[in-house]
């Protein structure tokens, strides 16, 4: 079995300052994890993905985000915040296998203030 | 080109109505997927279609029927549509096995009045 929690269901923080979105998975085998960014009235698009290569993970728009076995963990950072990144993202956890089985977190609303 | 698209993005409809979403993708995969996203966020797969196997999410009211005339379209067809199935619907797909990501589409916000 596996699950996902996003332990803030909004985050908000100034333009210019660092980025923390948290997220804590459990699964009985070793998954895949990602991240997906939903701005509003948009479909969802893939930050990142972590598949048991290198454990701290670079994505697009300067995303990044480190997976951590001991933690059972896998936050999303940011440097420094833009306007722009104000939107829904997920946590998303998915068995080897892949497809049906992946978990979606309930996501963490950024906000980004001026 | 877009990879996922669905049709329509808005659709609004009376209670006991059928209606159908279109989904097809352009990327070759053989998976598609149905989620659902209710007015929290919170997001739920319904369907997974894999050439030509259906895998159900038994919680899902038998109203809802996921049609695949071919490996790059899955529709989804609701009877008699009632008012708590008002949600954003999500067709995704993706290559099948290991470590793969979804693509989604842009959604369909369906309401129900």
């Known amino acids: 079995a596996q699950s996902v929690t996003q332990l803030d269901s909004h985050v908000s923080v100034s333009e210019g300052t660092p980025v923390l979105l948290r997220c804590n998975y459990s699964?009985?085998?070793?998954?895949?994890l990602f991240w997906y960014v939903q701005h509003p009235n948009k479909g969802l698009q893939l930050l990142l993905k972590y598949t048991s290569a290198a454990t701290l993970v670079k994505g697009i728009n300067g995303f990044e985000a480190e997976f951590k076995k001991s933690e059972t963990s896998f936050h999303l950072t940011k440097p420094s915040a833009h306007m722009s990144d104000a939107a829904e993202y997920f946590c998303v956890v998915s068995p080897p296998t892949g497809g049906f089985k992946t978990i979606f977190g309930a996501g963490t609303r950024l906000f980004v203030k001026a | 080109d877009t990879a996922v698209s669905q049709t329509p993005k808005y659709l609004v409809t009376q209670m006991g109505n059928d209606k159908s979403i279109k989904c097809e993708q352009n990327?070759?995969?053989?998976?598609m997927y149905w989620y659902k996203q209710d007015s929290k966020k919170f997001l739920k797969i319904m369907f997974s279609y894999n050439n030509k196997e259906l895998i159900i999410n038994e919680t899902v009211p038998n109203r809802f029927s996921p049609k695949s005339p071919d490996k790059a379209h899955l529709n989804l067809h609701i009877n008699s549509l009632e008012l708590g199935d008002s949600a954003v619907y999500f067709c995704?797909?993706?290559?099948?096995?290991?470590?793969?990501?979804?693509?989604f589409g842009q959604g369909t916000r369906l309401t129900v009045v």
């Open positions: 995704a797909s993706s290559q099948g096995g290991v470590n793969t990501e979804a693509f």
């Open positions: 699964s009985s085998y070793s998954p895949s």
């Open positions: 990327l070759g995969h053989d998976t």
